[in-house]
């Protein structure tokens, strides 16, 4: 059974998120009302029963800000994935405008390709995934929307928001959270469309380029995606493979050494590591590369020990 003190805090959270995106709602710049869509936006898990869908109101505040920044690209892409969330949005639309902003980007089409692929429309997956190929990124826009969430709610923080979330760590971790769960996609279709290689030997060349992309991707989650497609794409015993898991291990690696430092030793240095962080997350767009940056600051090495036997 929850403790009545667990109940509090959802509480006292979903409180606050309202009244952040009401305070950040009466804004009128782009990456306030981004803010507030991500803030409003719910799939039902924290909603109390009978209260009222925000998704509507979520799904507005971000096209909002897309009509006021038409040409960014991580709005764009926040817009996209809450769009996909609400049964009346137009996917179709929103996503041709978001490879309209970020032509090269690569994941800009998964959504469709979630449709082709759900429909089992072989010809379209196929085409889907040649343009996907062609793309140069394949990018989920994690740095700058995480970055972007966090100025907009220190810019509003004393708009009366009850004080959850008042320190620069702890708005990073919630960001984070709400980040999480919201613009980054399900990649289950792309991978099983990829897993279907043997039907032809052109997708499986175009998924082999697709998943190289992918391991330059800004996110960890999209570089591990497109090391385990490539590692499908060859047998488990081959030297192929083997470089596909030694170079996995690596980032697994890098992730988990650089966030060892992000954990505060003593109470009063949070707020400075969170800083730190994000002022690594403005200046670098990829989540690895800022994971490197730790690493290099500390006087860490890039690779893991090598194990002898």
């Known amino acids: 059974m929850p403790r009545p003190n667990a109940h509090a805090a959802a509480d006292k959270y979903q409180?606050?998120?309202?009244?952040?995106?009401?305070?950040?709602?009466?804004?009128?710049?782009?990456?306030?009302?981004?803010?507030?869509?991500?803030?409003?936006?719910?799939?039902?898990?924290?909603?109390?029963?009978?209260?009222?869908?925000?998704?509507?109101?979520?799904?507005?505040?971000?096209?909002?800000?897309?009509?006021?920044?038409?040409?960014d690209a991580s709005i764009g892409w926040l817009h996209l994935q809450l769009c996909v969330g609400v049964p009346s949005c137009n996917i179709r639309d929103v996503a041709t405008v978001m490879r309209w902003v970020d032509a090269d980007n690569a994941a800009a089409w998964l959504q469709t390709l979630s449709v082709a692929q759900k429909d089992r429309d072989t010809m379209e997956v196929d085409r889907i995934l040649a343009d996907m190929a062609?793309?140069?990124?394949?990018?989920?826009?994690?740095?700058?929307?995480?970055?972007?969430?966090?100025?907009?709610?220190?810019?509003?923080?004393?708009?009366?928001?009850?004080?959850?979330?008042?320190?620069?760590?702890?708005?990073?971790?919630?960001?984070?959270?709400?980040?999480?769960?919201?613009?980054?996609?399900?990649?289950?279709?792309?991978?099983?469309?990829?897993?279907?290689?043997?039907?032809?030997?052109?997708?499986?060349?175009?998924?082999?380029?697709?998943?190289?992309t992918m391991q330059r991707g800004d996110t960890v989650v999209a570089q591990m995606a497109g090391f385990s497609i490539e590692r499908h794409l060859f047998p488990l015993d081959s030297k192929e493979a083997r470089a596909i898991a030694e170079r996995r291990h690596v980032l697994e690696w890098r992730v988990a050494a650089a966030a060892k430092f992000d954990t505060a030793l003593l109470p009063w240095t949070k707020n400075s590591r969170a800083r730190a962080r994000l002022a690594r997350m403005r200046a670098k767009p990829r989540e690895e590369d800022v994971c490197i940056a730790i690493l290099r600051e500390h006087k860490v090495a890039l690779d893991p020990p090598e194990v002898h036997p």
């Open 15 to 71: 409180r606050w998120r309202t009244a952040a995106a009401t305070a950040l709602s009466a804004r009128a710049d782009a990456n306030s009302l981004a803010t507030a869509a991500a803030l409003l936006y719910s799939d039902g898990r924290g909603a109390k029963a009978g209260s009222p869908n925000p998704k509507p109101s979520a799904l507005d505040l971000a096209g909002r800000a897309s009509e006021l920044a038409p040409q």
């Open 134 to 212: 062609h793309a140069t990124s394949f990018d989920f826009y994690w740095n700058r929307i995480v970055v972007m969430m966090v100025d907009a709610l220190d810019a509003a923080h004393n708009d009366h928001l009850g004080g959850f979330a008042a320190s620069d760590s702890a708005r990073l971790a919630t960001v984070g959270g709400i980040a999480s769960g919201e613009i980054i996609p399900p990649l289950a279709a792309l991978v099983e469309a990829c897993r279907e290689w043997s039907a032809a030997a052109e997708r499986r060349e175009t998924c082999l380029k697709l998943s190289k």
